[in-house]
Nanobody, 124 residues
Framework: QVQLVESGGGLVQAGGSLRLSCAAS????????MGWFRQAPGKVREFVTG????????YYADSVKGRFTISRDNAKNTVYLQMNSLKPEDTAVYYC?????????????????WGKGILVTVSS
């Protein structure tokens, strides 16, 4: 059974940092491209960042470029999201997702597996 479990969320003041982790099990992790998505209250789920199978290529939404960093450790079956200089508009439920793919494609409807999500709240 495939599981993606996020951790590390919580409440932080604007300008602060958080590090999210997503531990994967039940799948050949190194064959999956991994991504982070988020959904703010009343808004649609959106792409935040993605990483290739090897970790050599990363992709970011313009809204987080320069502030967020995605990384992965294939030996630990874990993907990370380091979030710095957080803003109130970053408040959302953050989801980890994976796709079995030879290509770096990250779309809400294209991912194979999703975590349950974790809340990140940034206070002003």
């Amino acid at each position: 059974q495939v599981q993606l479990v996020e951790s590390g969320g919580g409440l932080v003041q604007a300008g602060g940092s958080l590090r999210l982790s997503c531990a994967a099990s039940g799948l050949p992790f190194s064959r999956y491209v991994m991504g982070w998505f988020r959904q703010a209250p009343g808004k649609v789920r959106e792409f935040v960042t993605g990483i290739s199978r090897s970790g050599g290529r990363t992709y970011y939404a313009d809204s987080v470029k320069g502030r967020f960093t995605i990384s992965r450790d294939n030996a630990k079956n874990t993907v990370y999201l380091q979030m710095n200089s957080l803003k109130p508009e970053d408040t959302a439920v953050y989801y980890c997702a994976g796709k079995y793919s030879d290509y770096d494609i990250f779309t809400v409807y294209g991912m194979d597996y999703w975590g349950k999500g974790i809340l990140v709240t940034v206070s002003s």
